[in-house]
């Protein structure tokens, strides 16, 4: 019976593949028949198209997808790990945050050594708890974010994971960290004037270190185009929703901060990123162009900045 199964089996095949050779000589030849000329309107239309040059696109590698990356592991963490990520209860966990804190260009392959050879020695809930010190440590302090985005990157090609880990980040970002409010300047007469300075001046510096890591990471191939897109149309969006509101204090500082992150996002962005560039290009000079008393909240300084930023994305 088994042998007989057999049989059968290689016949269907051989008929399969000789079905598989007609179908491939029959398609083949049709390069070589008589073809319909094209109406005359239609090829006068095609001559009018104007033709642009295609921008280079480097593929981006497909990383298989183990069944912990299908669960998201790192979701279930995060919130936790960025709680607790100041806390150097673990020694080597302390060795990395001090590695962090002394990186710099002519250190970076000495320290990114040393990293590493702790990183291969641990799990990946550690690898997890690391990649978030580095993520808080570049938003915090923005003056750091190219840097730190070089670090990642550096350890990335050793361990591949680690852009997987950054990507989560960025998808909650929102909700890792609290931006649901803007915060106003105090005034002077507030009690606890100087604390409120402090966190004002630090949820500013969050949103523009945000946008320069994001920014940074994209264009070393850390973080997809779409978790980049999703961010700048999201903060588009709430830009055009806001500028239409009337004019005080909130909607000042809420558009202030929106022209900043976009334009944090497009003094960075590579030639080559043509769509996202385009994104910021074609938004913000429809916004530009709307009639002055059609959006009353949107102040002088911020379209300064919206202009610098069509500037930036518009410049070969």
């Not at 973080?223 to 005080?248: F, G, R, W, Y």
């Not at 000042?252 to 590579?270: G, H, S, V």
């Not at 913000?284 to 009639?291: S, T, V």
Request: proline residues 4%; glycine residues 2%.
């Amino acid at each position: 019976m088994f042998y007989f199964k057999n049989v059968i089996l290689k016949r269907i095949r051989f008929h399969i593949i000789r079905i598989n050779k007609k179908m491939a000589a029959l398609i083949y030849s049709l390069r070589f028949i008589e073809k319909l000329v094209l109406p005359k309107l239609m090829m006068d239309n095609i001559a009018k198209l104007r033709t642009v040059p295609a921008a280079y696109r480097p593929a981006r590698l497909i990383k298989k997808m183990s069944k912990q990356s299908e669960d998201n592991w790192r979701t279930k963490l995060l919130v936790e790990m960025v709680r607790r990520v100041r806390e150097t209860d673990d020694p080597q966990y302390d060795e990395i945050f001090m590695i962090l804190n002394k990186i710099a260009i002519p250190t970076m392959d000495i320290l990114s050594k040393q990293a590493l050879v702790i990183l291969k020695s641990r799990d990946q809930e550690f690898r997890l708890r690391i990649t978030t010190l580095l993520f808080d440590k570049a938003i915090k302090g923005s003056a750091y974010a190219g840097l730190m985005a070089d670090l990642a990157l550096k350890i990335n090609l050793e361990i591949p994971e680690v852009s997987e880990d950054l990507e989560t980040h960025v998808q909650m970002f929102t909700s890792l960290y609290d931006m649901s409010e803007t915060l106003l300047f105090p005034k002077l007469s507030e009690p606890q004037f100087e604390d409120k300075v402090i966190q004002w001046s630090k949820q500013k510096d969050v949103r523009r270190g945000y946008a320069r890591f994001l920014t940074h990471l994209f264009t070393r191939g850390l973080i997809s185009s779409k978790a980049l897109h999703e961010s700048m149309q999201k903060v588009i969006e709430d830009l055009q929703n806001t500028i239409v509101e009337p004019n005080s204090e909130q909607s000042q500082e809420n558009t202030t901060q929106f022209a900043d992150f976009l334009f944090e996002i497009a003094k960075l962005l590579k030639p080559q990123a043509v769509e996202l560039r385009g994104l910021i290009s074609t938004k913000l000079d429809e916004i530009l162009k709307r009639p002055r008393d059609s959006v009353p909240s949107l102040n002088m300084r911020s379209r300064f900045k919206l202009e610098d930023a069509v500037k930036c994305v518009q410049k070969v």
